[in-house]
């Protein structure tokens, strides 16, 4: 392909003003969007300060939340971290909405501001507007208008049963936020009319039969209690969503209640999509501005001097120090996203005998931006590790796998970076992002209506991992606050449904008033 | 693509959620604010400063697997040496393999910083001036602007619109300028007579008699302006003198050869906290330092604190440089004046009963609130908690029975200033409900 070099570079120095952005964004469009063929939501790019950072951090990178005590500490906490030099600010931060919405720091240099643009503005957008989770979960749309919403809805709550009340609501729901989540495939979204409309022939029905002398007929004894099964069917249990069943069958909650639990719950599903995808949105993202700052500057558009200053930040970026470097934290998900999708891009155009065995669709394509974009719209982490981790990366970063049992007492190196070790590594790392297997598989089971009714929890117990006690009891006196009655949660061993161990909590009652 | 920039959008969008945060956290955040004091030099005692509060006051719980138990697998990168199957001992801790490093940190402290407004508020919160309204507020030296009607001449920033506009209707509804719509019925009058192709038997009178009016009305109307120089109206603002509470502090101090480096520490750390309180609550506060042996000299902040000078030690010439300094600065018509008094207590006998008298007759009378510190041997602290007083103590305490603006308390060590800080100044109805 001839394409036309760049009759000067876009610029010298690190200086940057709002006509360089533009033109840097003129000059990216065209290679993302017509050599890479991205697919993307229409940019907004916003400048800010590294206070308006700072504020945009502790509301979870939101432009506007409602308020909340917790936001302030993870302020003063990133403030402090911030001023100490522990810590650096993001350089952007870009928010899955339609249009979408990149803040760029004031503070980065004009190569920065292209790094960013790239990373940001075209390959976070395209993975949001193309991935499969996002798609099922997430309404790009709506978000900006929805976080409007809650926080007027949550202030006029306020206004009206007093801060202390709704501050009480929001905890008791944050502690819930990660059981506010529908983890499978949506309730069909309900025809409000058609409900409507249903709702009254129903009615109509009834009036019709209705015969004032069913009144004088003698009952017996009252029939049974409603059979186990059909209660459990009518409160729709078990139900992973704690949240939603508060909202929906609570019985002490008040309708402004509801909605405040119903708007975390939300909130919450609007993030549980970024949370499956770390990896995968990351790497898609980092790969992108790779392969764009590597065409600018091949083609003229930045100079020397700015491509070894992206160079720089690049690598620091995508580096994965080792188990015993001391900096080791887990997974670096920049290095692990880019890592694979480079690899991936390697076995498009030269693949060796190895990558075509286990890859013979892909292996040799040619074209890896295709094949890249196609992984980008249909995996997300635990799917994408376990599909396209080579034994070639494996031996690149030298994964080893280690198993804990309880029963014994050392650990014992499970698999290494060999021949008989590929799989088993592969699927290990995969488990390690699988959010299912990662998060306590919690539900609630049953509520004993016709006697106090206490509302049953249940902790399926994989690997005999049991919840954290402490939290545990702090999380479960909430529940009960919002409940209303007493709730008891149990941990039972997923495979034999043996019971470890059981919590219970009595609400407080004068929280609710 | 759009780029819009931020920067100048108001910041402070988390302030609100940090205020929260501190009222959440308050008790916590005052305890440790009370407690930084001690590590405070009194020069930055109102700076902004970190301060550290246990993080499980302000923990957040969520429902999540615990570090610990069970059997667990993970996958590590930099293999060097390990082979399949080998076996590797269990990092302290019993489990885990090391995976759950973020996780750990339950007791971890929590350090933030504290504006300078926040760590004061909170640093003398509940506390409040005995007798803050003063005789009466002097005029000072702050000028305030407000509005004062309107004039009719001004620069043209001040325009007021409206009232010009109201000022201009009212003058042509008196002079019956001729609106626009008379005029305009006029002229289709006119043409409407115009336009009849046979003429009407007095249309020409008609015509004639309207085509005069109409140029009469065009007269008045160039005659009369639709708005005139005379209606201008600007709006009009003057200076006001805002009236300011001010307040001087005497700071005496017993500088003989007795009082030792810590007691003029602890001095200085009790002088400190009380000018950051007056400067709270009045605008202008001035601080007067008086030290004393046997003679008393006013002198400036830093001779005051440092200074070596040896002497005897004779109270009464400090009471006698104060009221001088008083009637020739600070008539206690125009100011509130408060006196703190430090001294080890040591004093000539011969000298009591003048000093009684000057504080009985003159000082307090003049003074909003008079506080007398004595300060003592650290180390002595126990021997003298036993009861013997000072010779100054015995003379000030009928003094203190009789009169309700004078305290005096007694300090051996540098964390007990605060508290006594405290009780000298807490807001009554806390003071009652504490006690």
Known sequence: MSVALAPEPLFTGSDWDFSLVNRIYEVVEPIALQEMKLNIYPNQIEIISAEQMLDAYSSIGMPLFYKHWSFGKQFVTNEMMYRKGLRGLAYELVINSDPCINYLMQENSATMQTLVISHAAFGHNHFFKNNYVFKQWTDAEGILDYLEFAKRYIAQCEERHGQLAVERVLDAAHALMNQGVHRYARVRPRDLKAEAAREAERQAYRDRIYDDLWRTVPTGAKADAVPNEARRAALGLPQENILYFLEKTGPRLESWQREVLRIVRLIAQYFYPQRQTKVMNEGAATYTHYRIMTTLHERGWITDGAFMEFLQSHTNVVYQPTYDSGQFGGFNPYALGFGVMMDIERLCLKPTQEDREWFPDIAGSGDPVEVLKDIWANYRDESFVSQYLSPHMIRHWRLFNIVDRAAESELRVEAIHDERGYRRIRRALAREYDIGRQEPDIQVVDVDLAGDRKLIVEHAVLDGVQLDPDDTVMVLQNLANLWGYEVLLKEVDAESRRELKSHSAQPRLAWLR | ?435
């Open chain 2, 1 to 435: 693509m759009h780029i819009v920039d931020r920067r100048l959008n108001p910041g402070g969008k988390s302030l609100v959620n940090r205020q929260r945060f501190l009222r959440r956290a308050r008790a916590y955040v005052s305890q440790a604010v009370r407690d930084s004091l001690k590590d405070r030099s009194i020069k930055d005692l109102d700076k902004e400063g970190q301060i550290t509060i246990q993080r499980d006051a302000i923990h957040e719980p969520t429902l999540h697997k615990a570090g610990q138990g069970g059997n667990r697998e993970r996958v590590f990168p930099g293999n060097k040496e390990y082979m399949e199957g080998d076996r590797i001992k269990r990092p302290n801790g019993g489990g885990g393999s090391g995976s759950q490093a973020g996780q750990g940190e339950g007791n971890d402290d929590f350090q933030f910083v504290l504006s300078r407004e926040e760590f004061l508020g909170l640093f003398l919160d509940d506390l409040e001036l005995p007798d803050l309204a003063k005789r009466r507020l002097i005029g000072g030296a702050v000028d305030g602007i407000r509005r004062a009607g309107y004039s009719t001449v001004g620069s043209p920033s001040n325009l007021s619109v409206p009232r010009t506009m109201q000022k201009a209707m009212s003058r042509r509804i008196a002079l019956r300028r001729p609106s626009s719509r008379e005029l305009r019925e006029i002229e289709e009058e006119i043409a409407a007579i115009e336009a009849r192709d046979p003429a009407g038997a007095d249309d020409a009178v008609r015509l004639e008699r309207l085509r005069e009016e109409r140029s009469h009305i065009i007269r008045r109307r160039n005659l009369i302006a639709y708005i005139d120089p005379v209606d201008l109206r600007y709006r009009r603002f003057e200076n006001v003198p805002k009236p300011v509470a001010q307040a001087v502090m005497f700071c005496l101090m017993d500088v003989s050869g007795s009082m030792t480096e810590h007691m003029k520490d602890l001095a200085k750390r009790f002088f400190a906290l009380l000018h950051l309180f007056l400067t709270r609550c009045y605008e202008h506060v001035e601080v007067v330092f008086i030290h004393h042996t046997d003679r008393a000299a006013e002198v400036d902040e830093q001779t005051f604190f440092y200074s070596t000078v040896t002497g005897g030690t004779l109270v009464s010439s400090a009471l006698d440089k104060l009221l001088e300094v008083a009637k020739d600065r600070y008539p206690s018509d125009d100011w509130n004046i408060y006196v703190a008094q430090a001294s080890d207590g040591d004093t000539m006998q011969s000298d009591n009963g003048k000093v009684v008298s000057l504080m009985n007759d003159e000082i307090l009378p003049m003074s909003q609130y008079v506080a007398y510190l004595e300060v003592g041997r650290e180390e002595f602290a126990d021997i003298e908690a036993v009861g013997t007083r000072s010779g100054l103590w015995q003379a000030y305490a009928p003094v203190s029975e009789a009169n309700r603006n004078f305290v005096m308390r007694k300090v051996h060590h540098r964390r007990e200033i605060y508290p006594v800080f405290r009780e000298l100044f807490q807001r009554k109805g806390v003071a009652e409900r504490t006690a």
